[in-house]
Structures are given as C-alpha cells and as structure tokens.
C-alpha cells in the first residue's frame, strides 16, 4: 500500500477553536502526523480525524477534497478508512 498522504488539504487557516478550517488540525495535530513514521500510525491519525471531524460538524467539504488528493496517487479512501 502506497503512503499515507497528509489529511491537510492546503487551506491552514485556524479558525475554529484552533482547528484548521479545511481538514479540522491543530498546529499541534499538524506536527505529529508530519512525525508519524509507520504508515498504519498515519491511517489511524486520519481515522481519528475524520471522528474529529464528525464531532466538530461542518468539514463534509473535507472528504471529497481529501478523495481528489488520494485520486492523484490512486489511492482508494476506503484503503485509508
């Protein structure tokens, strides 16, 4: 399986309560999956995020961007997820 990509989706603006309003990272967040080394760390940081996310509401812009990113590298979603 290809790596992991990183769930950022290049908006970084950290609106809400420190979360980025594009894929729902902190700074802090953004710095510990740039230090992920395994790949299964990296898909259990995006599964964590994407509960993150539903818990937070409004980031349903975030998949599809994320899916066009995954798309590029012919990576599959449901590989991650």
């Known amino acids: 399986m290809p790596k992991t990509p990183s769930p950022c989706i290049d908006v970084c603006k950290y609106k809400r309560q420190g979360h ?3 894929c729902s990272m902190t700074k802090a967040q953004k710095s510990l999956y740039k230090s992920l080394k395994k790949d299964s760390h990296r898909a259990a940081f995006v599964k964590m995020l994407t509960s993150q996310q539903h818990r937070l509401g409004k980031f349903q812009h975030w998949h599809e961007a994320y899916r066009k990113k ?5 990576i599959a979603l449901e590989e991650i997820l």
């Open 20 to 22: 980025c309003i594009g």
């Open 70 to 74: 995954l798309s590029k590298r012919k």
